[in-house]
Nanobody, 126 residues
Framework: QVQLVESGGGLVQAGGSLTVSCAVSGGTFGSYVMGWFRQAPGQAPGSAREFVATIRPSDSDTHYGRSVKGRFALSRNNAKNTVDLQMNRLKPEDTAVYYC???????????????WGQGTQVTVSS
């Protein structure tokens, strides 16, 4: 059974930084594409999550959503089965529940992600 557990969310002021992490157990971490998605407050349950970032297992190539590109950095540690999303120059509009997910395809399409964590809240105050 594959489990994903996010950590590191919290409250931060605009302009600040925060790192959220995801620990994966079960499965074969080294074969998974790892991604982050977010759901902003007020979004209807079941509505599409916004793509944040994804990282390939073989060469750690990364791809970012347009709204976070240049501010966020995603990395993975295949020895520790973890991924870290470093978030810099945070804005109030980054406030959301951030979800970690695993897939077998390198994609920004959330429907391709097989395993999901429970999410961690990130709140950016103005």
């Amino acid at each position: 059974q594959v489990q994903l557990v996010e950590s590191g969310g919290g409250l931060v002021q605009a302009g600040g930084s925060l790192t959220v992490s995801c620990a994966v157990s079960g499965g074969t971490f080294g074969s998974y594409v790892m991604g982050w998605f977010r759901q902003a407050p007020g979004q209807a349950p079941g509505s599409a999550r916004e793509f944040v970032a994804t990282i390939r297992p073989s060469d750690s190539d990364t791809h970012y959503g347009r709204s976070v590109k240049g501010r966020f950095a995603l990395s993975r540690n295949n020895a520790k089965n973890t991924v870290d999303l470093q978030m810099n120059r945070l804005k109030p509009e980054d406030t959301a529940v951030y979800y970690c997910a695993a897939a077998t395809a390198y994609t920004d399409d959330e429907t391709s992600y097989i395993y999901w964590g429970q999410g961690t809240q990130v709140t950016v105050s103005s």
